[in-house]
């Protein structure tokens, strides 16, 4: 065998030509089968979307959902990964009808913010291959909101998502402290349990060599918060539901870090390298913090 003579490095890259010439008889194969999207478990792409229900965190709940214009608008339902435009309805006819691009759009959710000239109506999503879906629930516009809530999370609904004893260390540990900190350091022991501080959908889950292991969660708000230096690599998979107060892994120092610490960051809508930008989330960990002692 001449490959006994080769370096490794040499058995590396024939190994991956190896598996690329045969990747396309294998992508054959499986297109070949009767219904692939269906054997991969998920809805097929062609099935017609659907909306459920809505919900807008910067409104009010009832029995009609109420969003001022701008905010973010999460529409819940089947088959909503192919969502290209969610359309306001408006009254009668499409004179007023009002498109807006997705921010975000995984299998039953669709994030998307409320366009200026949005009417009170229901709301329906247009699939890239599937078309239009039934119009959904009613949605009432409100006007837009002078105060930005969405712009720091949902803060009275959030945990703080260090369970345990913790500090915030010094000025470095800060937003903005040290070069391009994006984030807030909280210092706690390795193995403390680290919560979601919000509900939503896991948005990333990777290892990277700065940041460690971490989960990126992206809020209903359409806000995110990524989570870094984890101990180990997460359990929960991009696309799951997550509740506020969920355990998404342990504390650790994992990446470029020299203690034990979570590093939190909070984006605004519409997310995490979806076209928010990171902002200081102290002020709010802070408020979960006292939620936490006073409760
Ligand atoms: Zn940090």
Redesign the pocket.
Known sequence: MTTLTRTRRDTRSRTRRAIAAVAPLALLAFGASPAPAAMIGGASPDATPEVTSLRCPAGTAGDVVQCPRGEVLRLSGENLRDARAVVFLGGKGSRDDRRATPTTSSPHRVLVKVPSGAKSGRVRVISRRAGASAPGPALQILPASRVTPASVGSGAEGIFPVRGKHDFGTEV?GFGG?RG?????ILANCGVPIVSALSGEIQHVAFQSAAGNYVVVQADDGTSQAY??MREPSTWKKGQPVKAGEQLGVVGQTGR?SAC?L??EMWTAPGWYLGGEPIDPLPVLKQWDNQAAGS
């Open positions: 540990n040290g900190h994006q984030g807030q350091d870094m230096h870090a610490h590093h939190f």
